[in-house]
């Protein structure tokens, strides 16, 4: 073949290609047209369709009408996007290399003028202006430094261990300053150990540990996915006692997770057996009780050490009820909730929340919140209220008060409402404030009016002193999936911040039950400005076109858009937060809260019972807990009883490449002043180096603010710890400024909360990585330490 049959093949082959864009951005930027959106695409479609055909006809034209096209191009984006770095990605990095290519023809269409010589220098000026213009645009994430007073030395000894969940008044705030700011850089590992619980199959799992381990006196106390119980050496790692509770694989939910357990200490003998225990709470609903010197069941606890939180519950299907959070103990009062698996049929499982003696386990009181004449167990063949509102995550407790502060879910169909009791309706998505001598609610404070959103409460709230006009006020804060921050006082739930019933959306196939209003923060919240069309997303202009098109199919007037079943409905902020179950932190010497959020929506549609009968939605015992259950939550649950199943897009990704139609960022972390609700700073939260089109990782250590869930770890040292992100780093954020000042590369996800604690005056900091399903995270059993080198630590 002559050179110049190869120049035409050339030639005509990017004639082909353009023209085919252009093809593309025409036809679906004439649908966009249609339904309101942008004229963009069909333009440029247009301008590169006869670009094309100039250069299939090896015509110069063709050169300079692409050209055209992508100042044009530039203009619209800048118009659109401003300064948003990753906003600029499908409008112009696309454009951009095939603008190269397309001038890389001048040379052979327009030999007189052009050689490959002057397209090199071209070539090169032009690609270096426009990464120096995306490094200009690119912020390192970080804010001001607007903390600059010195801390005085903190040494108090209840600060060398971690005694709970959250540690003291569920905070997740550490005294220790050993590792600060000024030598956190230095941290390396101390010690790695394997649980040893994993998978038979690690790539269709639905493992994800989320464990936060305790730590007491010279030994860490935690649980495995699948509730192994153990006791670790603090400073080695080294396992003293294992106790494995032997839960059928059967019973594991949606996720196995156990997120930790109680550590209780009584007033007994000291050297007597179960003086001091070790409570968890079990994937199969038994709470059980070993010794925490030992590992050995307790024998005065319950039948051997064990009970069964489904007595009373009527016929129980493996996988419906599980407890996944680690029980709360208050005054003496063991107070269990527990997972109801969501949105498989309305007579689920009841969502009653038991009290029983921590030493003994004999069963003191029930809540069954429609039927409150329970004491305790239901009438012999009876059983507790079916599909009623549960609480699956982390309870709080004041031992002063004898309040256990419960953050409810939603009744056991989510997305439809139309059969809830008057009592559902008033706690559902609430919390409440139960009274653990008796049992029943003192206060309760409701965050979502008939939620069919999902919007349950997924975040421990977290007990704090609030400094009011009238002095110190015990407090507790609530974060919600919504984004918003709610502070209350803890004794009786009035308000201690502005918030206000405003005006929601209204209609969707049930417009009788939609609440006009629903209840906003005035004091902080997470979420974002309402979605536009523009904040749409994708790799190139293609996608991002398809995304824009979606937008404009679905219904979406803002948060709290009404469940449709004719068409998409986009629901913003999506189920997984603002924040949810790694909750947020509170600094109560700087006065700050830290907490790490979730940026994304959901592209959900409710599918009639017809449709879904049709596509063989059944409920757990039926069909999931096959291939379905390792799906995201929500994408073909039944809802069996009522006359809709759901089907969810979480995070709203495309189809193929699997990236989200939301641009960047999908997730940040947040400090806030305490006493004001106004934001410190805020940065996202995660790079791009494990996240990329059809499930490859990208590679590129650039921060894009990726989901996350965990918790983040507060210490004295002006330091944020979190890893949360599905990047699998680990960080240590400066308090001061927002800057990443440390991080190590994990061998598994960090959907956990990490810890601190002290131990031979060494600090150390420790997190599970467990991994994720959901999260798309590797699965792993690792337990790891960090620690300063002995000649910086001493």
Request: charged share 20%; glycine share 12%; hydrophobic share 40%.
């Amino acid at each position: 073949m002559s050179p110049s049959s190869s120049r035409q093949i050339v030639i005509q082959g990017l004639g082909l290609l353009i023209g085919g864009v252009g093809l593309v951005l025409l036809i679906g930027g004439a649908r966009l047209v249609t339904l309101g959106g942008s004229a963009y695409y069909a333009l440029s479609g247009l301008g590169l369709l006869v670009s094309g055909a100039l250069l299939f006809r090896r015509q110069l034209a063709g050169i300079w009408i692409y050209v055209g096209v992508f100042v044009l191009t530039l203009f619209w984006g800048i118009l659109e996007a401003g300064g948003d770095f990753w906003a600029w990605v499908p409008r112009f990095v696309s454009p951009f290399v095939l603008l190269l290519a397309v001038l890389a023809m001048l040379p052979m269409l327009d030999r007189g003028r052009w050689s490959w010589g002057k397209y090199g220098v071209l070539a090169t000026v032009l690609s270096v202006g426009f990464a120096a213009l995306g490094i200009i645009m690119y912020e390192t994430p970080g804010g001001p430094e607007r903390l600059t007073e010195n801390r005085p030395a903190v040494d108090t000894p209840g600060d060398a261990d971690w005694v709970s969940y959250g540690n003291s008044q569920a905070q997740r705030y550490s005294g220790l300053q050993q590792i600060n700011r000024s030598n956190v850089a230095k941290l390396e590992r101390a010690w790695l150990i394997h649980t040893g619980d994993l998978p038979e199959d690690t790539e269709n799992n639905s493992y994800g540990a989320e464990t936060t381990p305790l730590k007491i006196g010279n030994r860490l106390y935690l649980c495995s996915a699948t509730n192994q119980m153990m006791a670790l050496d603090a400073a080695t790692g080294e396992e003293i006692w294992h106790y494995d509770p032997n839960v059928d694989k059967n019973w594991i939910p949606y996720t196995a997770a156990c997120r930790g357990v109680v550590y209780y200490e009584s007033d007994l003998d000291a050297e007597a057996a179960c003086h001091a225990r070790v409570i968890e709470g079990t994937l199969d609903g038994r709470i059980i009780a070993v010794d925490a010197e030992t590992g050995e069941p307790c024998t005065d606890f319950g039948q051997n050490g064990e009970v069964d939180i489904k007595t009373g519950m009527g016929d129980i299907v493996p996988g419906m009820v599980s407890i996944t959070s680690p029980p709360s103990v208050v005054s003496g009062v063991i107070v269990t909730n527990h997972q109801v698996l969501d949105g498989q049929k309305l007579e689920a499982p009841s969502g009653v929340i038991k009290g029983f003696d921590v030493m003994t386990g004999e069963w003191l009181w029930s809540w069954d919140m429609t039927r409150p004449d329970i004491s305790i167990a239901p009438p012999e063949g009876d059983y507790f209220t079916r599909g009623t509102p549960n609480s699956w995550t982390v309870a709080a407790g004041d031992d002063e008060l004898g309040l256990a502060y419960i953050s409810m879910g939603n009744s056991a169909v989510d997305y439809w409402s139309g059969s809830r009791t008057e009592p559902e309706n008033t706690y559902a998505t609430s919390l409440v404030a139960l009274d653990v001598r008796t049992g029943r609610p003192s206060w309760h404070f409701q965050t979502v009016h008939k939620d069919v959103w999902d919007y349950d409460l997924g975040s421990q709230p977290s007990l704090f002193d609030f400094e009011g006009s009238e002095g110190t006020i015990p407090a507790i804060l609530i974060p919600s999936k919504q984004g918003d921050l709610y502070i209350l006082n803890r004794a009786t739930g009035e308000p201690l911040v502005d918030f206000e019933e405003r005006a929601v959306p209204q209609g969707g196939v049930e417009p009788d039950e939609r609440s006009e209003t629903q209840p906003f923060s005035r004091y902080h919240t997470l979420a974002k400005p309402p979605l536009e069309e523009k904040d749409m997303w994708g790799m190139t202009l293609i996608d991002q076109m398809f995304c824009r098109i979606q937008y404009r199919k679905a219904a979406y007037d803002g948060i709290y858009t009404p469940p449709t079943v004719d068409q998409r409905w986009i629901q913003y902020p999506g189920y997984n937060g603002g924040s949810d179950w790694g909750s947020v932190a509170i600094d109560p010497e700087r006065g700050l809260i830290i907490a790490n959020y979730n940026d994304m929506p959901n592209y959900n549609r409710l599918v009639p019972r017809e449709e879904a009968d049709r596509k063989g939605w059944a409920p757990r015992e039926e069909a999931r807990g096959g291939s379905m259950a390792h799906g995201a939550e929500g994408a073909g649950d039944p809802q069996a009883g009522a006359p809709y199943a759901i089907d969810v897009n979480a995070g709203w990704r495309m189809p193929v490449t699997g990236l989200l139609c939301k641009e960047p960022p999908y997730g940040g972390i947040r400090a806030i002043d305490l006493d004001s609700g106004e934001t410190v700073w805020d940065r996202p939260l995660g790079t791009a180096r494990k996240n990329g089109p059809f499930g490859l990782p990208t590679g590129i250590p650039l921060t894009i603010g990726t989901p996350n869930n965990g918790g983040p770890l507060v210490t004295a040292g002006d330091l944020v710890f979190v890893a949360a992100a599905t990047d699998d780093l680990i960080r240590a954020i400066d308090l001061r400024s927002g800057k990443t000042v440390w991080q190590d590369t994990l061998p598994a996800g960090g959907q956990a909360t990490p810890i601190t604690y002290s131990v031979g005056g060494r600090q150390y900091l420790v997190l599970m990585t467990g991994g994720h399903h959901f999260m798309e995270t590797p699965v792993g059993d690792q337990i790891i330490a960090w620690a300063l080198p002995d000649d910086v630590s001493n």
